[in-house]
């Protein structure tokens, strides 16, 4: 089954008040299944927009990520952070692709937002690629989503690379940017680099 993904994007305005909402939303996440790949770090915009915090969570299926946004500890936890945070928050369902070998070293990411505005346009970059000698997995690749909080694109794609210097390699590649050239005036994105979080996970 596809796993689920909570991919967020957030503007802090009182740090220390919004360790109340961290705090607060390990219960429900743990009880959903709900495991963090990203969480803060570094984020460089290769395109488009961003906030300053950005996570992406996987939990079991889209089905389980809809619940834990929607249970009442999560709740509880939203009503905490929305004093000193602004939120963009999407619930997505993944693609199906096989899980991470087990102790893998927390990989780099491209978290993408596309709205397209031409169709054919950018059929031809999908067909471009542009990726495949990084092999990266494709995490989330289009599939159900849900806007649960503020605004976001129509689409979401999640790329995991083997690090961060991978994932920057790849996009700067003559191969991917040909891809990006055909995607030019046919697409808005958001397209970010953001290393994998490995540290302690909730419960």
């Not at 909080?149 to 191969?175: H, I, K, S």
Request: glycine share 12%; with cysteine.
């Amino acid at each position: 089954m596809p796993k689920g993904y909570w991919i967020g994007r957030v503007d802090v305005s009182d740090p220390e008040a919004y360790q109340a909402y961290v705090a607060a939303n390990a219960a429900p996440i743990a009880a959903h299944g709900g495991r963090f790949l990203v969480r803060g770090g570094p984020v460089t915009a290769l395109e488009g927009r961003t906030r300053a915090r950005n996570v992406l969570l996987e939990f079991p299926s889209f089905e389980a990520a809809l619940a834990c946004y929607h249970s009442s500890g999560y709740q509880a936890a939203v009503a905490l952070r929305q004093p000193v945070a602004v939120a963009d928050l999407v619930v997505v369902e993944g693609a199906d692709v096989p899980d991470a070998a087990p102790g893998a070293p927390a990989p780099g990411y491209w978290i993408m937002g596309i709205d397209v505005i031409d169709p054919e346009g950018y059929r031809a970059y999908a067909a471009a690629g542009g990726t495949a000698a990084y092999r990266p997995r494709f995490l989330v690749r289009g599939g159900r989503q849900e806007q649960v909080e503020g605004t976001g694109r129509a689409r979401q794609v999640v790329l995991a690379f083997a690090d961060v210097p991978e994932a920057l390699a790849c996009y700067n590649g003559p191969d991917y940017q040909h891809a990006v050239a055909l995607r030019q005036g046919a697409a808005e994105v958001d397209l970010l680099l953001i290393p994998g979080y490995d540290g302690p996970q909730p419960g």
